[in-house]
């Protein structure tokens, strides 16, 4: 059985008492325990709401890391730091990384390797910007996302991965894949995991969809059979709309 998962990427949002107040809202509210909740906040706030989550369920992660170990990388956070504040997530080629700071599959790949030994969960995310869709490229797109930046991996490192299907088009627009696109896209990834693994590896590995999901379409979205959840960006950044997605698994 694969996990359920509900992951909210605040981005560069919120105060520091408002990145509290969210945070204490999310905890102190009623969801399906069966849904691993994970919350991001602006890494400056994680050390003190690793100390408000510990206490419970709700899991925290980390937006970016470095692929380098230590040393003069300034503004960086090394995946052993990271470790070291008791932290389980971390996500890996954000579009909006990839987009703005350049950064490459190769690049992607040494940083998976970090969190691998440093024992942290990546959030690897992959997807395709809209004119790769149009042009009828997008799952060979996000076929060499998922080979260059994972496939390097074993059976055992491999299983401890979670995977984000994230169109481009579809990150803070307001327009959501609709439910056969996303089902389509996660089938297709878990079907490249079955070729290159196994069914059983492939079988137990997360696949979460991201792009404008909201409490109005996380349920549809979340009925199919191989999307385990979502990672939310704008609607994360409410409790009520981010507890709503959670608790829409049917
Ligand atoms: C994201 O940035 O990962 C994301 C899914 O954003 P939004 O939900 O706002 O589209």
């Keep these: 059985m694969r996990i359920k998962i509900?992951?909210?990427n605040w981005k560069m949002n919120?105060?520091?008492?408002?990145?509290?107040?969210?945070?204490?809202?999310?905890?102190?509210?009623?969801y399906d325990n069966s849904v691993q909740l994970i919350v991001f906040p602006p890494s400056i706030y994680a050390s003190e709401i690793a100390k408000i989550t510990s206490s419970s369920a709700t899991a925290l992660g980390i937006q970016n890391c470095s692929e380098y170990d230590s040393g003069a990388y300034t503004g960086q956070l090394s995946a052993s730091m990271i470790r070291s504040m008791n932290v389980k997530y971390v996500l890996v080629g954000h579009s909006e990384i990839r987009e703005y700071f350049n950064e490459q599959n190769k690049t992607l790949a040494s940083k998976i390797n970090q969190l691998i030994t440093n024992d942290l969960t990546p959030i690897y995310c992959c997807g395709?910007?809209?004119?790769e869709r149009e042009k009828g490229n997008h799952f060979n797109l996000v076929k060499s996302q998922i080979e260059e930046g994972l496939f390097h991996l074993d059976e055992n490192q491999i299983a401890k991965c979670v995977i984000a299907y994230e169109p481009v088009w579809a990150i803070g627009t307001?327009?959501?894949?609709?439910?056969?696109?996303?089902?389509e896209m996660h089938h297709f990834i878990r079907s490249l995991l079955a070729e290159?693994?196994?069914?059983?590896v492939a079988g137990s590995i997360s696949i979460l969809y991201g792009g404008s999901c909201n409490p109005e379409n996380s349920q549809e979205l979340?009925?199919?059979?191989?999307i385990d959840g979502g990672l939310i960006g704008g609607?994360?950044?409410?409790?009520?709309?981010?507890?709503?997605?959670?608790?829409?698994?049917?």
């Design 6 to 8: 509900v992951a909210g």
């Design 14 to 30: 919120k105060s520091h008492s408002e990145a509290i107040e969210l945070v204490q809202k999310i905890m102190a509210s009623d």
């Design 235 to 250: 609607a994360s950044l409410n409790a009520v709309d981010f507890i709503a997605i959670a608790n829409s698994f049917s």
């Design 222 to 226: 979340f009925a199919n059979p191989d």
């Design 128 to 131: 395709e910007v809209l004119q």
């Design 174 to 183: 307001g327009v959501t894949a609709s439910s056969s696109q996303a089902q």
């Design 196 to 200: 290159k693994y196994s069914e059983n």
